[in-house]
Each structure stands twice: as structure tokens, then as C-alpha cells.
Antibody
Framework: ELQLVESGGGLVQPGGSLRLSCTASGFTFRRYEMNWVRQAPGKGLEWVSYINSNSSTIYYADSVKGRFTISRDNAKNSLFLQMNSLRAEDTAVYYC???????????????WGQGALVTVSS | YVLTQPPSVSVAPGQTARITCGGNNIGGKSVHWYQQRPGQAPVLVVFDDSDRPSRIPERFSGSNSGNTATLTISRVDAGDEADYYCQVWDSSSDTWVFGGGTKLTVL
């Protein structure tokens, strides 16, 4: 069964840091591009970051550029999101999502993890 | 790149729901659709404008032309109540863009 499980969420003060992890199972992780998507309470989906299979191509949303870093460890079937200089507006559920696997063009997201809640508050 | 969805759509059980996603020349892009039930993670229901994952019922279909993409759900039932999001890749900024989401209510 395809599965993505996020961990590492929690409460952090403004200006603080947090590292999210996403552990994959049920598919060959090293062959797939991965993404992070977030959803603020009561709001819509916002794409955060993308990493390709060998970490040679990385994209960020403007809202997190310079503060967040995406990475992966293919040997451990794991995706990470290092979040620094956190702000109240970063409060959200963070989902990891697998890209479609079509390497010749950007694809769709399937499946998604269950999400990890990050709360930035003093 | 901005994707515009109606905040809400209401439909009676057994009827057809149509959820639109507007964008400048969106017909030239591949559009993907996600369903998100309350408290759950999003689920892909349509990809590449009109293709369906095998687990998704045939009642779900999509189209895309000009400045509007449409997700159509036929024979709607209570289980279809959810938020629906469209998504495209914006090659000018190397980013994925989501629409604001549409809440489908089954009356």
C-alpha cells in the first residue's frame, strides 16, 4: 500500500525552527519527485516546495524562499522540510505529496500524507 | 498565475455538479483536481484535464478549454460533499498553483 507519513509538527515560537519529516512506503521512493503543500486553518491549499528524485532540482514558493529548505534521503525513504525564521502565517497543516512520476513534465500529486500541524505562536 | 474557483456550489442528490476553474488560457495547461473531505488529506480525482485514477468512480469527469476548466460530478450523493481544488503548473515561475477551492454542498 502506498503510504506517506509526516512527523515533526508542533508548537514553535515566532522566529524559531522546526524540521518536518515524511517517511514513504509501498513504492520505490528514489524514483519519484516529491512536494510539500500546506493548508492554513480554514484556508485553501498552498504549494510550498518541490524536489526531484536526485535532489538536483528544487523549487520554492515565494512565501517561504530563503527560510525553508527541502531535502531527501533516498536510502531512508525520507523527505524533509527544514523551516527557519517561522512566522505566525506559517501556521498550517503540512502535507507531503508524491509527484506523478512522469519525469518529462510536471505532474499531479498522488498520494498525500495525512499531514502534520505546525503552530507558530508565542 | 491565478486560478479562480467559485467559493461554493450546491446541488440536489442525483443531480450533476459542475465546478469551474478559471485562468488565463488555462486550456493550454494540464489541470488536476483534488477532493478534500473535512479533516482528511486531499485525494486526486482527475488528472491531465480529464483522466481518472482507477479508484475514482466514472461519475467524476473533467474538461478544459479556453479560459475555463470544469470538474463534473454526475449523480451526486452525500459522500461527494467536500472541498474541491484545481491545480496547474506555472512554467513562468516554476511553481504549482492551486485554485482557492470550492465547497460542494449536497442539499
Amino acid at each position: 500500500e502506498l503510504q506517506l507519513v509526516e512527523s515533526g509538527g508542533g508548537l514553535v515560537q515566532p522566529g524559531g525552527s522546526l524540521r518536518l519529516s515524511c517517511t514513504a512506503s509501498g513504492f520505490t521512493f528514489r524514483r519519484y519527485e516529491m512536494n510539500w503543500v500546506r493548508q492554513a486553518p480554514g484556508k485553501g491549499l498552498e504549494w510550498v516546495s518541490y524536489i526531484n528524485s536526485n535532489s538536483s532540482t528544487i523549487y520554492y514558493a515565494d512565501s517561504v524562499k530563503g527560510r525553508f529548505t527541502i531535502s531527501r534521503d533516498n536510502a531512508k525513504n525520507s523527505l524533509f522540510l527544514q523551516m527557519n525564521s517561522l512566522r505566525a502565517e506559517d501556521t498550517a497543516v503540512y502535507y507531503c505529496a508524491r509527484d506523478s512520476g512522469i519525469t518529462t513534465r510536471p505532474g499531479w500529486f498522488d498520494p498525500w500524507g495525512q499531514g502534520a500541524l505546525v503552530t507558530v505562536s508565542s | 498565475y491565478v486560478l479562480t474557483q467559485p467559493p461554493s456550489v450546491s446541488v440536489a442528490p442525483g443531480q450533476t455538479a459542475r465546478i469551474t476553474c478559471g485562468g488565463n488560457n488555462i486550456g493550454g495547461k494540464s489541470v488536476h483536481w483534488y477532493q478534500q473531505r473535512p479533516g482528511q488529506a486531499p485525494v486526486l480525482v482527475v488528472f491531465d484535464d480529464s483522466d481518472r485514477p482507477s479508484r475514482i468512480p466514472e461519475r467524476f469527469s473533467g474538461s478544459n478549454s479556453g479560459n475555463t476548466a470544469t470538474l463534473t460530478i454526475s449523480r451526486v450523493d452525500a459522500g461527494d460533499e467536500a472541498d474541491y481544488y484545481c491545480q496547474v503548473w506555472d512554467s513562468s515561475s516554476d511553481t504549482w498553483v492551486f485554485g482557492g477551492g470550492t465547497k460542494l454542498t449536497v442539499l
